[in-house]
């Protein structure tokens, strides 16, 4: 009996959290309320309350998924000559990261414009520094590969990401038009910065 409690609770927290960042990815924060989160997963208020104590805390909560996934990205195991490759593995990486949790992305690209929150703003500045300073850090190892200034990383990062968010905000309205047009790939995106940028 405790099993089915325990994953009782852990199918209620899931369908919670894919309910809120479904509304707040298309909605915004400040316009979705607890209860349309609660009518949108099929519960009673009270249990967002209750795994998440408030709204905010549920905002938090989403957000911190996206840092341990985006955390979690393995660079190129060490053994590997081909310096390059490091930093096209890391951006592709975080860019297959982006598109596999779409809403996520899109709520993480909204919150990097205002914050709904001091603590999603804390939260939302401590990813992108990580983030930033790990392809630096692989930026330093390559160097004399990619024969990019250490000033030029600020540029370099930015241009990048600054793409990738563009096209998961362009898919995002392909989808809502309804257009049947092409969805732009992964490979898509590595294509053009390999051509255009690195």
Do not use: W
């Not at 209620?12 to 400040?30: D, H, Q």
Request: aromatic fraction near 8%; charge should be neutral.
């Amino acid at each position: 009996m405790k099993d089915q409690e325990v994953n009782e609770r852990r199918d209620t927290k899931e369908t919670i959290l894919k309910s809120a960042v479904k509304l707040f990815s298309r909605n915004g924060y400040e316009q979705t309320s607890i209860r349309d989160i609660a009518n949108e997963a099929n519960i009673n208020c009270s249990m967002i309350n209750y795994h998440f104590e408030s709204k905010e805390n549920l905002l938090v909560t989403i957000l911190q998924d996206l840092y341990v996934s985006i955390a979690s990205i393995d660079e190129l195991s060490e053994n590997n000559t081909e310096e390059k490759s490091q930093l096209e593995h890391y951006i592709r990486s975080s860019v297959q990261e982006l598109f596999r949790l779409d809403g996520i992305s899109l709520l993480f690209i909204s919150e990097q414009v205002h914050a709904s929150t001091p603590k999603t703003r804390q939260l939302i500045t401590q990813m992108e520094q990580a983030h930033f300073y790990r392809f630096c850090k692989i930026m330093d190892t390559q160097r004399t590969q990619l024969k990019v200034k250490n000033s030029d990383r600020d540029l370099l990062y930015h241009s990048i990401f600054g793409l990738v968010k563009q096209m998961i905000i362009k898919g995002r309205r392909r989808e809502r038009s309804q257009k049947h047009t092409e969805k732009c790939t992964v490979d898509d995106i590595m294509d053009y910065i390999n051509k255009n940028i690195l």
